[in-house]
C-alpha cells in the first residue's frame, strides 16, 4: 500500500469524544488527504495537506480539524464524535496534486464506529 | 450533490462475460477521469485513467469510453474473471487546488465462475 499506515484500523467511541486517526507515511510525498467512505456517497474528500502546515478544507470538513507538523504524519480530528461521522477513513498520498501525470495512493483504511 | 452519477449500484456477470460501469458528470471542467478498484478492506487503486482529448483508452482488459458531448463515460471489462469481483469507482477532477477527486458511489461486480 504505498508505504501508507493508518492507525487504529478499527476504533469505536462514544458520542461527544474526541476522536484522532493518524496516517504516516515512508513516501516523502508532499501532499496528503482525508477521505470517508460511505455506503450510496463513494469517498468524499475531508481535508488535504499540500506540505507541512499547509492544508485546506474539501467537499465535506464541517466537524473535523487536521495537522500536518510532518511530512510523513497527517491527523485527522474529530472535536466531539458524532454517530453521522461513522464512516470508513482512508488516507491517500500523492507527489504532487493527484491528476494524470500524479497517482495518488491510498491507505487501508480505518473503520470508526461513534455510538 | 454527486458530482458524478455512476451506474448501476452492483452488477453480476459470468466469467467471460463484459462488465459495463456507466458515470454521467455535469461540471465541464472536469479533465481528467479515472477508474478506481477496491477489493473488500483495501483501500482503492487506480485501474485506468482518460483525459476529454481522446474518446477511448484500453488497457489489456479494461477499456474506458469516453463521450464528452454526453458528459459520459464508462468501463468496459472484457472477458470479466472472477478476480475481478470488487468494487468499482469513477471520478472526475478539475486542475484546480489539489486536483481533488470527486468520486461516483461506486458499483459492485460480482463475477460468477
Known amino acids: 500500500d504505498a508505504g501508507i499506515t493508518q492507525s487504529p484500523r478499527h476504533k469505536v467511541t462514544e458520542t461527544g469524544t474526541p476522536v484522532t486517526l493518524r496516517c504516516h507515511q515512508t513516501e516523502n510525498h508532499r501532499y496528503m488527504y482525508w477521505y470517508r467512505q460511505d455506503p450510496g456517497h463513494g469517498l468524499r474528500l475531508i481535508h488535504y495537506s499540500y506540505g507541512v502546515k499547509d492544508t485546506d478544507k474539501g467537499e465535506v470538513s464541517d466537524g473535523y480539524s487536521v495537522s500536518r507538523s510532518k511530512t510523513e504524519d497527517f491527523l485527522l480530528t474529530l472535536e466531539s464524535a458524532t454517530s453521522s461521522q461513522t464512516s470508513v477513513y482512508f488516507c491517500?498520498?500523492?507527489?504532487?496534486?493527484?491528476?494524470?501525470?500524479?497517482?495518488?495512493?491510498f491507505g487501508q483504511g480505518t473503520r470508526l464506529t461513534v455510538v | 450533490q454527486q458530482q458524478v452519477k455512476q451506474s448501476p449500484q452492483s452488477l453480476i456477470v459470468q466469467k467471460g462475460g463484459i462488465s459495463i460501469i456507466n458515470c454521467a458528470y455535469e461540471?465541464?471542467?472536469?479533465?481528467?477521469f479515472p477508474w478506481y478498484q477496491q477489493f473488500p478492506g483495501k483501500g482503492p487503486a487506480l485501474l485506468i485513467a482518460?483525459?476529454?482529448?481522446?474518446s477511448e483508452k484500453k488497457e489489456g482488459r479494461f477499456t474506458i469510453s469516453f463521450n464528452k458531448s454526453a458528459k459520459q463515460f464508462s468501463l468496459h471489462i472484457m472477458d470479466s474473471q472472477p478476480g475481478d469481483s470488487a468494487t468499482y469507482f469513477c471520478?472526475?477532477?478539475?486542475?484546480?487546488?489539489?486536483?481533488?477527486?470527486?468520486f461516483g458511489t461506486g458499483t459492485r461486480l460480482t463475477v460468477i465462475p
Open positions: 461540471n465541464t471542467a472536469f479533465d481528467y
Open positions: 471520478a472526475a477532477s478539475m486542475q484546480t487546488g489539489a486536483n481533488n477527486l470527486f
Open positions: 491517500a498520498i500523492s507527489e504532487a496534486p493527484q491528476g494524470p501525470r500524479t497517482e495518488a495512493f
Open positions: 482518460i483525459r476529454p482529448d481522446v
